[in-house]
């Protein structure tokens, strides 16, 4: 336990002082091994999702050997606040991440630490974005750098990996992996060029030209090669006879890492690949289209196949029945927020299976995009045709100032929510059961008042241009 490629962290000796009956008692019991593997920044665009112009085999076997859900749904279009409440089954604003970078406050517990008491050995390798309270509640910490844009995996880190699973396969495991690809910045240089830019399908919402093209052509092949590692991983797996009785995930943090995808709550932004595979448990190639998927269910649903209790303070419930009974309905409605990321948002948005609702606050601004994609090629692409005047209602969405304080899209006939039906007398109606249902949620879980939160933006949010080098600090700190 004592190697050196581990980082063992406190809550290995805290717990196994404190809970020796309950540690031994659960040690008896077989449970399943989990992997959770999980993107940064992938967004929608995988062979197995219906994108038929890039390179992703391994997560497209891993989806036909499992379940695919086509509408899950993230809490949060950021990566820290997304992964936060992915683990603690809570939303990123009742326990205190609900800005980027901004880590787990000191009351909450989450996933690893569940697992822990009932009998797991619990690792994380590569990107955490939880803080030092997260870090803490973790046995190891898998060491290895792994850098945005500098190639496949380390070696490294692949042996540190394979000697984890070396030292605990004769008892339950759970390991998360958080990979950096595809997050910006992209280079070229260090990225096999497996996709072609010529192929490429470009959304409404950005430009169709050869500069966006080129730019979504660095960020499939960034997917291409997290794909790879993931192939890789999955055998190290089989090779040690590991998937009889393992669990494995896949999953994104927001969306795709373009202005009017990450940072937003169109669908573009929170919509997430899901996939779970466990061999000889859940049933190969089954599609889940029955109702919607949150986020905020992965940590509940992980706990009740470990057989472990469902903590009750949890928002979450989890969708186990969906994995075994493909036939089973999801939610009504998921609910998710968008705050601070290098601009400052309180935007709040519910869906259905057929409509979403849009919560702006600060209207009178236009849509806050993030630093790393308001200093991409298909920003400027996106800019170059808003000085020439040529930049149709499609595209200058995220423009827009004032802006709408309530959007009402009709899902159905308008996939990509480009337009705003909330002043169609027809949607009346269906925006007020909404609203109403939205501010119901934002009761339960303790949703803070835009007015009490507010921070100045990094970065300016009409020309993209960095403002600051770090966060700037809250309205009155």
Same mark, same amino acid.
């Given at each position: 336990? &004592?190697?050196?490629?581990?980082?063992?962290?406190?809550?290995?000796?805290?717990?196994?002082?404190?809970?020796?009956?309950?540690?031994?008692?659960?040690?008896? #019991? $077989?449970?399943?091994?989990?992997?959770?593997?999980?993107?940064?920044? /992938?967004?929608? !665009?995988?062979?197995?999702?219906?994108?038929?112009?890039?390179?992703?085999?391994?997560?497209?076997?891993? %989806?036909?050997?499992?379940?695919?859900?086509?509408?899950?749904?993230?809490?949060?279009?950021?990566?820290?606040?997304?992964?936060?409440?992915?683990?603690?089954?809570?939303?990123?604003?009742?326990?205190?991440?609900?800005?980027?970078?901004?880590?787990?406050?000191? $009351?909450?517990?989450?996933?690893?630490? *569940? +697992?822990?008491?009932?009998?797991?050995?619990? %690792?994380?390798?590569?990107?955490?974005?939880?803080?030092?309270?997260?870090?803490?509640?973790?046995? *190891?910490?898998?060491?290895?750098?792994?850098?945005?844009?500098?190639?496949?995996?380390?070696?490294?880190? @692949?042996?540190?990996?394979?000697?984890?699973?070396?030292?605990?396969?004769?008892?339950?495991?759970?390991?998360?992996?958080?990979?950096?690809?595809?997050?910006?910045?992209?280079?070229?240089? &260090?990225?096999?060029?497996?996709?072609?830019?010529?192929?490429?399908?470009?959304?409404?919402?950005?430009?169709?030209?050869?500069?966006?093209?080129?730019?979504?052509?660095?960020?499939?092949?960034?997917?291409?090669?997290?794909? $790879?590692? #993931?192939?890789?991983?999955?055998?190290?797996?089989?090779?040690?006879?590991?998937?009889?009785?393992?669990?494995?995930? =896949?999953?994104?943090?927001?969306?795709?890492?373009?202005?009017?995808?990450?940072?937003?709550?169109?669908?573009?932004?929170?919509?997430?690949?899901?996939?779970?595979?466990? $061999?000889?448990?859940?049933?190969?190639?089954?599609?889940?289209?029955?109702?919607?998927?949150?986020?905020?269910?992965?940590?509940?649903?992980?706990?009740?196949?470990?057989?472990?209790?469902?903590?009750? !303070?949890? @928002?979450?419930?989890? =969708?186990?029945?969906?994995?075994?009974?493909?036939?089973?309905?999801?939610?009504? *409605? #998921?609910?998710?927020?968008?705050?601070?990321?290098?601009?400052?948002?309180?935007?709040?948005?519910?869906?259905?299976?057929?409509?979403?609702?849009?919560?702006?606050?600060?209207? !009178?601004?236009?849509?806050?995009?993030?630093?790393?994609?308001?200093?991409?090629?298909?920003?400027? %692409?996106?800019?170059?045709?808003?000085?020439?005047?040529? +930049?149709? &209602?499609?595209?200058?969405?995220?423009?827009?100032?004032?802006?709408?304080?309530?959007?009402? *899209?009709?899902?159905?006939?308008?996939?990509?929510?480009?337009?705003?039906? /909330?002043?169609?007398?027809?949607?009346?109606?269906?925006?007020?059961? +909404?609203?109403?249902?939205?501010?119901?949620?934002? /009761?339960?879980?303790?949703?803070?008042?835009?007015?009490?939160?507010?921070?100045?933006?990094?970065?300016?949010?009409?020309?993209?241009?960095?403002?600051?080098?770090?966060?700037?600090?809250?309205?009155?700190?």
């Amino acid at each position: 336990m &004592n190697n050196p490629i581990f980082s063992t962290l406190s809550i290995a000796t805290t717990l196994s002082v404190s809970l020796p009956i309950f540690a031994q008692e659960n040690a008896k #019991v $077989k449970r399943p091994n989990i992997v959770v593997f999980i993107a940064d920044d /992938a967004g929608m !665009d995988f062979g197995c999702y219906g994108n038929p112009n890039i390179s992703t085999p391994n997560i497209d076997k891993l %989806a036909r050997d499992g379940i695919r859900f086509q509408n899950a749904f993230l809490t949060s279009p950021q990566s820290s606040p997304s992964r936060t409440s992915m683990l603690s089954g809570k939303f990123a604003h009742t326990i205190g991440t609900e800005d980027l970078h901004s880590g787990l406050d000191n $009351k909450t517990s989450i996933l690893p630490k *569940y +697992l822990h008491q009932g009998g797991y050995t619990t %690792a994380y390798m590569l990107k955490t974005h939880w803080g030092d309270n997260g870090d803490k509640q973790w046995d *190891y910490h898998i060491e290895g750098n792994y850098l945005p844009n500098q190639g496949p995996l380390e070696e490294g880190i @692949f042996q540190n990996y394979t000697r984890f699973l070396d030292q605990h396969k004769s008892s339950p495991f759970f390991l998360w992996v958080g990979f950096v690809d595809p997050h910006r910045p992209y280079n070229r240089n &260090n990225t096999v060029q497996i996709n072609s830019p010529k192929k490429i399908k470009i959304p409404p919402y950005l430009v169709n030209d050869a500069e966006t093209k080129r730019d979504f052509a660095d960020y499939y092949n960034e997917l291409s090669r997290m794909d $790879k590692d #993931v192939g890789r991983m999955m055998r190290e797996l089989e090779q040690r006879g590991l998937m009889e009785n393992t669990i494995i995930v =896949f999953l994104s943090d927001n969306g795709m890492p373009f202005p009017r995808a990450k940072g937003s709550l169109y669908d573009s932004g929170i919509q997430t690949p899901l996939i779970f595979s466990w $061999k000889g448990r859940i049933e190969k190639g089954v599609v889940s289209h029955n109702g919607l998927v949150s986020t905020v269910d992965l940590a509940p649903t992980l706990l009740d196949l470990a057989g472990l209790p469902i903590q009750t !303070d949890m @928002f979450g419930r989890g =969708f186990k029945n969906i994995l075994f009974n493909h036939q089973a309905t999801g939610q009504e *409605y #998921v609910y998710s927020e968008r705050n601070w990321h290098d601009t400052d948002e309180y935007i709040r948005c519910i869906r259905s299976s057929k409509y979403k609702l849009i919560y702006n606050a600060y209207y !009178d601004l236009p849509h806050g995009t993030p630093m790393d994609l308001s200093t991409s090629p298909s920003w400027y %692409a996106l800019k170059k045709r808003q000085r020439k005047g040529h +930049l149709p &209602n499609a595209m200058s969405q995220i423009f827009t100032s004032p802006r709408a304080m309530v959007e009402i *899209y009709d899902l159905e006939h308008d996939p990509y929510e480009l337009n705003n039906l /909330a002043d169609r007398a027809e949607y009346l109606n269906i925006g007020q059961q +909404l609203s109403h249902q939205l501010v119901k949620w934002q /009761a339960e879980t303790n949703d803070l008042p835009w007015w009490t939160h507010r921070r100045s933006d990094q970065n300016d949010r009409i020309t993209g241009f960095p403002l600051f080098e770090t966060r700037p600090p809250l309205w009155g700190d």
